[in-house]
């Protein structure tokens, strides 16, 4: 099992910046692949961004690509998420998830595809 925090979230105008960041730890880091998943009030949770295990390869929604950049430091065990041009339609609680992964490539987009989950962060984009 993979213990997971957030942080970073916080309250931005529109057209602002923020890193969300995720720790991981109890597992060695380097054999997961790292997703972002963000909900907003009376909405289903959704896909935001996921990288493999590797870094070799990442994955986005239609809805963020060329705004938020994803990346992952083994080192460290953490993933970010690197959010630019912020709308207010990006206002949710994000959420980072892991899963084990043998292949280096594999990004996976699913909320199902996920075992384990942070506890979220807050982020608010005002108009």
Known sequence: QVHLVESGG???????SLRLSCQASGQPFNRYAMGWF??????????VAAISRTSEKTAYADSVQGRFTISKENAKSTVYLQMNSLK??????YYC???????????????DDYVDWG?????????
Do not use: H, M, N
């Open 97 to 111: 998830a892991s899963v084990y992964r043998l292949s280096g490539i594999s990004t996976p987009t699913d909320v």
């Open 38 to 47: 963000r909900q907003a009030p009376g909405k289903e949770r959704e896909f």
């Open 88 to 93: 207010p339609e990006d206002t949710a609680v």
């Open 10 to 16: 916080g309250l931005v105008q529109a057209g602002g």
């Open 119 to 127: 506890q979220g962060t807050q982020v608010t984009v005002s108009s």
